[in-house]
Structures are given as structure tokens and as C-alpha cells.
């Protein structure tokens, strides 16, 4: 039977030469048995081709280091020999500083133990696998700077910090973000001004038992489990307990925010009452505030409040997989 | 670092494990049906991978390197745990369980083939590689790789057919 010749070279039409694809084609004017075999297989190559692929899950490449290391293979995440070297040496040293380490847990801004403490937790954020536990640590760190500003606020402390949260109430200049409450003057406010909930990245200065923020700016999208969002800003603040805000090191800019530029002058904003959360202001439970110091221009210092590559990046799909007509051109493929 | 001092080999594994790892949990997906022993097994590839990484010769193709490794993890697997869905073709006249849709029921035909033509199948026209890649990566001739297509799809043909009444 001549469509025997064929048969086998019709499950791989697509990569035939072009002899044999000619001679091949001639064969199938006049055999309906061989065309309907190759419809058939360009239709098996479109329904198999088009399988949805699946993605590993987030926590698989964590487990599969895990495993590595577990087996004594290899470290717990991969960074570039340099970047190990340098991380083993800054950990020796940190080790020698064990105790020194613990105090520091507690340490605020302003305090001399404070920059160990931040340095710590930047070491141990670029030392996490990418992914979840990256992004949950971050996560840590966010909470922890509110928590130091709140800390700092009630020991009436004298420092400036960054921290970001979700604006959870304005009554003119007094918001509350995440927790912490702040007097924003209209010369820092973002424009247009941020809706109740959403996240906002500030730079305050703290004295006196109230805090005045420097910068406002819109935060980018919460950081997540699955990665991809902000870190928090791991600079190390002015610990000055004198520095005056025109010393101030500008707020970042970070991914997702709006660029450095002249601030507009102060919006009046005037939200309804009734349609904010009620809080008392800290100025009316305690005293008039502190003339409100002069704000620097927020600018990006480079280095500075930087979002760490993507964690776990794009994970590779699988084949790119172009239509293909019956038979005809290969795929893509990894 | 823990175990190994050739930062060399875990670069070059890095460099494998980030670009290759997506697609081998949809290879062995393919292979087993099974997301959740995909994955498992796809970190056997990687361990194994990373154990023999030493022993590679200069040069060699990492791709079809791995896809080996995979392949021959994914018949240990479906051998041990005799998770093989194949049914024998002349044992199929009765009607199966309809599926839920077109991609389980695509799917379903693919466990029922035999894995030494599931394999070839998978990565003609799944994966998109060409009989000679296909070849190197079993570690087998081209004649032995459109053989076995060829039968593949002769296989799935019968399956999907008597699945869905629907000549593909």
C-alpha cells in the first residue's frame, strides 16, 4: 500500500524537507485516508498544545533548596560568590556582637545600638530566599518601623524614620497611618490626597511627643507573600537627635511612586467629618503643637529605599507555543 | 556554603534551575497527570541534576541533559508507584467516564498511552521539539523517535476517538 510510505513521515509533517514534503503533499491530492490522518494529528497538536500549563507553586523552588541543603549541598539560597563572601564576613562580624545583637532588638532610632539593629535585619532580608519569606519578613520590618515610631512618640523621643502604612484617618492635619499618629502639613501632603485605607510611605520627624511628617508620598502596592512588593525602606535614618529637617536625608523615591518634584502648595482639605473614623488628635489631649519645621524637598538618593529584585522573579513558562497550521511550523520552545 | 565549595557548578545550576524549572513541572506534569507529584518529582530532577552537574562534560546540552534526567525520574516513578494510566487499546471498547471537558478529556487520552510514546508525544507537540532533539534527549536514534510518534499518535488517535467519537 503506497500510504504506508507515508505514514510515519505524516506524524512529523511539520519538520519534513522540502523534497519530501513535496512529494508528500502529492500523495495526499489523491489519498483522503492520508489527509484525513494529518487533520488529524495537526488537530491532536492543537488540543495537546493546548494544555493549560501549570506553574510551580511559590513555595516549591523554597522547598527544593531546602531539600539541597538539607542534603548538605548546597546553601539555602543562591547569591553570586561575592555576595556570599561578603554576607559570611558582615555574619562573622555580626557574631562577635551576639550579645551586642540582642540588646539591639530594642533599640529606636537615635539610640547608638539602632544602626546595628537595622543592619541586622537588611542582612537577613537579602539572606532569605526570594519569594514568601522575603516578602514576609518585609512585611515584619514595615510593622516594625510603625511600631518604633509609636515607641519613640511615647517616650517623647527625638529622632526622624520612614514607615509606611494605610491612612486610617485624616481630620485636617492629623492623620492616623497605620497606627501611628502624625501631623501632616499641607505643604507635604500628596496631591490629590490619598483615600482612607490606601498606603502611603512617610518620613516623619518625631519630638515632643508628636510626630510632624517631612514627606508624604503614595506607597506602592502592599507587599504580599507571593512577592513582587515593596520592601521596606532599609536605610539607615538619621539618628541625629538634633538634626534639623533641612538636614534630613530625603524620603526615597521607590517603585510605584510618584517622582521627585516641587510639592504643590497645601490642598485644603476639609474631609466631612462624618465620613472619617473619629480619633482625637494628640494635640488636643496634650499640648499645641511645635511650630511645624521647614520640609525638605523629597528627592532619590540612589541606593536608597530600593526594592530588592523580584522575588523568585518570572518563573520560566513553559513552551511559547505559536498557532501552528496542520502540520506546519515547529513550536516554541524553551 | 554547606557541602559545596564550586561556586562555579552552583552558578551553572542556578542558571539551569531558574530557566528550566517551569518547564520541567509541566513535563512531568504532562507525564504523570499529577500536579502535586509533578512538583515532587521535578525536585528529584533537581537534586539529581545538581548531584551529577560535576560528571557533565564541557559543552554538553544542559536542555536535553535535563529533559533525560526528568524522563528517566518520571518512569521510575510511574514504574514504582504503578500510577501507569495506560489501559491496553483493545481492552478500551467500553465507554469511559465522559469528561468534564476538552482538556481533561485530552489529558485522560494522554495517561492512557504507553510512557515510552506518552514521552515522545509529550514533547513533539506539547513541548514543541523536533524528532532529533526529542532523539537526543531519550538518548535514542530519530528512526526509534518517529517510530515511536508515529505510533503515539496512531494510540491517541484510537483513545481520544473512542473518548469523544472524534477523529483526531
Known sequence: MVCKRFQRELAHYRELAPAQRQALDEHLRTCAHCRRALAAYARQDALLGGLAPVQPSPEWARRVRERLSAQGERPKAAHPAWARAWALALLAALLLFGSTLAVSANALPGQPLYALKRTQEELRLRLLAEGTPRAEYAQTLAERRREEAKRLIQKGGTAELAFEGPVEAMQGAWWRVGGVEVQVMGTVRPDPLPALGERVSLRVRIQGGHAVALAVFRAAPSPTPNGGGPQPTLTQEAPSATARPSEATPTPRREGQMPSRALPPAPSITPAPSALPTFVPPGQQKKALQPTPPVPTPTAPAGEGQTPSSPGGKGPTESKRPTEAPGGAPRGRP | ?168
Open chain 2, 1 to 168: 556554603m554547606a557541602g559545596s565549595t564550586d561556586p562555579e557548578r552552583d552558578a551553572l545550576f542556578e542558571r539551569l534551575f531558574r530557566e528550566f524549572q517551569g518547564v520541567m513541572v509541566n513535563y512531568l506534569y504532562r507525564l504523570t497527570g499529577d500536579a502535586a507529584q509533578a512538583e515532587e518529582l521535578a525536585q528529584d530532577v533537581f537534586v539529581r541534576a545538581y548531584q551529577a552537574l560535576p560528571r557533565l562534560k564541557e559543552g554538553s546540552n544542559y536542555r536535553a541533559w535535563l529533559y533525560r534526567i526528568a524522563t528517566h525520574t518520571a518512569y521510575d516513578a510511574l514504574r514504582r508507584k504503578r500510577l501507569v494510566h495506560f489501559l491496553p487499546l483493545e481492552a478500551h471498547d467500553a465507554a469511559p467516564a465522559a469528561p468534564s471537558d476538552v482538556r481533561d478529556a485530552v489529558q485522560e487520552a494522554l495517561l492512557r498511552l504507553p510512557p515510552e510514546y506518552r514521552v515522545p508525544l509529550v514533547l513533539y507537540s506539547v513541548q514543541g521539539y523536533s524528532t532529533a532533539e526529542i532523539a537526543e534527549m531519550l538518548g535514542i536514534s530519530i528512526g526509534a523517535v518517529k517510530t515511536r510518534l508515529y505510533r503515539a499518535r496512531e494510540a491517541f488517535r484510537r483513545i481520544y476517538q473512542g473518548d469523544e467519537g472524534d477523529g483526531v
